[in-house]
């Protein structure tokens, strides 16, 4: 059976409703825990070194191959970056020290969030399985979300005109919806524990998440305020309309105030021609009304 096929039955059972879309690639997201205490002895602090020395064997072994293989999640004949600067530069990015002297070394990639660690501090397992597995689980949403905004705004921003309506109420949904996003979902912390707010900040740093979130709100607003000016331009038209209308039937409105419904001839019925001069005033002073204002 396909992946997806799986995938769709899990989502009919919980929501027949739903529809699964495909927002970020299909790259999977490695979360582990690799316990080797002879590879943590190689960066740790080892009994009767100078700190000089650790600093010396932690650098070797940051840019060996193994660290890089099992950060990035490349097991290739060949590392898939060739330039020795760049190199280096993503791995101090994304490897955490806090605790590399007791033999625990951290690191956060795109797609990847990993441990490398000694014997002993079997904890740690329990953090991975749970608090850093349901962090990565909500970058991952955060990033989606994102992605996804980012569509329905491109989306969204290239309905003609002729469907203004639907334009309005799209972006303000959109907004509706970025609103939510922020308040439930994109957190600035997430923990109170130093390592915890430092792991997340990788995280988020890795994603490029407040980068986008940036361009995100940016690129919402301005969506938003170029309806909003359409918007109030249309009732502005509308109101122009309305106040020429008005103003154009003031003095035909007078006109019949002061002289009433009777003909202006006297106190004739009014019918026949009479009242066909009654209106051809109106008429006129309408037209005459139009003209002036058309002037002016």
């Not at 080797?36 to 064997?57: I, P, V």
């Not at 979300?145 to 309005?168: A, G, I, P, Y």
Request: proline letters at 1%; one cysteine or more; aromatic letters at 14%.
């Amino acid at each position: 059976m396909e992946t997806g096929c799986i995938y769709c039955r899990l989502i009919e059972d919980l929501c027949p409703e739903m529809e699964a879309i495909s927002v970020i690639d299909d790259r999977m997201f490695v979360n582990c825990c690799y316990v080797n205490q002879k590879l943590a002895d190689q960066y740790r602090s080892l009994e009767g070194e100078t700190e000089a020395e650790g600093m010396n064997r932690l650098q070797q072994f940051i840019r060996g191959d193994f660290w890089y293989k099992y950060l990035f999640v490349d097991n290739g004949s060949w590392d898939t970056c060739q330039h020795t600067g760049m190199k280096t530069t993503l791995l101090e990015q994304a490897t955490y020290y806090r605790w590399q002297r007791y033999g625990s070394l951290y690191g956060v990639s795109h797609y990847s969030f990993v441990l490398l660690k000694g014997e002993g501090e079997d904890y740690l397992h329990t953090h991975m399985r749970t608090i850093y597995s349901r962090m990565v689980e909500l970058a991952l949403v955060q990033r989606a979300s994102m992605l996804r905004f980012l569509s329905e705004v491109t989306r969204v921003s290239n309905l003609c005109e002729d469907k203004q309506e639907e334009l309005t109420e799209k972006i303000s949904s959109i907004y509706k919806e970025y609103i939510r996003f922020i308040n439930q979902v994109y957190f600035r912390e997430v923990t109170a524990q130093d390592q915890g707010i430092e792991l997340y900040n990788l995280l988020l740093q890795q994603f490029n998440s407040e980068k986008q979130i940036e361009y995100l709100e940016s690129e919402i607003r301005d969506l938003y305020q170029y309806v909003s000016i359409v918007e109030e331009h249309k009732q502005t038209r509308r109101m122009e309309r309305f106040t020429w209308l008005a103003t154009i039937f003031v003095p035909a409105s007078l006109f019949t105030g002061i002289l009433g419904m009777n003909s202006i001839f006297g106190e004739y019925e009014l019918k026949g021609w009479h009242l066909l001069c009654h209106l051809a005033g109106l008429v006129a002073i309408i037209w005459a009304t139009y003209k002036l204002l058309n002037y002016f």
